[in-house]
T-cell receptor, first 114, second 115 residues
Framework: AQKITQTQPGMFVQEKEAVTLDCTYD???????LFWYKQPSSGEMIFLIY??????QNATEGRYSLNFQKARKSANLVISASQLGDSAMYFC???????????FGKGTRLHILP | ETGVTQSPTHLIKTRGQQVTLRCSSQ?????VSWYQQALGQGPQFIFQ???????GRGNFPPRFSGLQFPNYSSELNVNALELDDSALYLC??????????????FGQGTRLTVV
């Protein structure tokens, strides 16, 4: 069963607009961690933001925030005031305590238009 | 820059050959994970090494093997290369078992093409 689902293969957004990238996950473990990574064309995975399953507040890192809805098993990434440099692939990922591996979704390709 | 370096950055091999990819982990990190990312897909977990021992493996055949050295650097070896092995191979280092929010730092990847 797919653990991480990203339903938006691609998105086009006007520069300076806010953008929401969708992510749903599946786990039976009450303890888990959720991540968002950015992958530019160079290939490197760049960590953006983390949310723990027991965290009471939504995580924020600069222009990035994670809209965590635990009951819905949803962890959407919100980028405020998008910039041209935000154009990249974005991956939602999860880590469970039973092992240390990170499970990735298929990604969303974000295009920021000038 | 994460401090995780991978070599080589690009590689072309012939079907049936063997390849070794290398990863130098971030200083102090004792856990290295390897991922395969096919074109247009998310990374798939291959295996993980913690203090020189394999402690997790994904759904990859035995011809994918690895090593971790005392300095925590790592190698990924693939024998009998197949065309479907063409992918970006990512290495990630972390402080294993330090908590769920242990960030994994990724290298820039090795792009392998099998012809």
């Amino acid at each position: 069963a797919q653990k991480i689902t990203q339903t938006q293969p691609g998105m086009f957004v006007q520069e300076k607009e806010a953008v929401t990238l969708d992510c749903t996950y599946d786990t039976s473990d009450p303890s888990y961690g959720l991540f968002w990574y950015k992958q530019p064309s160079s290939g490197e995975m760049i960590f953006l933001i983390y949310q723990g399953s027991y965290d009471q507040q939504n995580a924020t890192e600069g222009r990035y925030s994670l809209n965590f809805q635990k009951a819905r098993k949803s962890a959407n990434l919100v980028i405020s005031a998008s910039q041209l440099g935000d154009s990249a692939m974005y991956f939602c990922a999860m880590r469970e305590p039973r092992d240390d591996k990170i499970i990735f979704g298929k990604g969303t390709r974000l295009h920021i238009l000038p | 820059e994460t401090g995780v370096t991978q070599s080589p950055t690009h590689l072309i091999k012939t079907r049936g050959q063997q390849v070794t990819l290398r990863c130098s982990s971030q200083s102090g990190h004792n856990t290295v994970s390897w991922y395969q990312q096919a074109l247009g897909q998310g990374p798939q977990f291959i295996f993980q090494y913690y203090r020189e021992e394999e402690n997790g493996r994904g759904n990859f055949p035995p011809r994918f093997s690895g090593l971790q050295f005392p300095n925590y650097s790592s190698e990924l070896n693939v024998n009998a290369l197949e065309l479907d092995d063409s992918a970006l191979y990512l290495c990630a280092s972390s402080l294993g078992w330090q908590g769920l929010n242990t960030e994994a730092f990724f290298g820039q990847g090795t792009r392998l093409t099998v012809v």
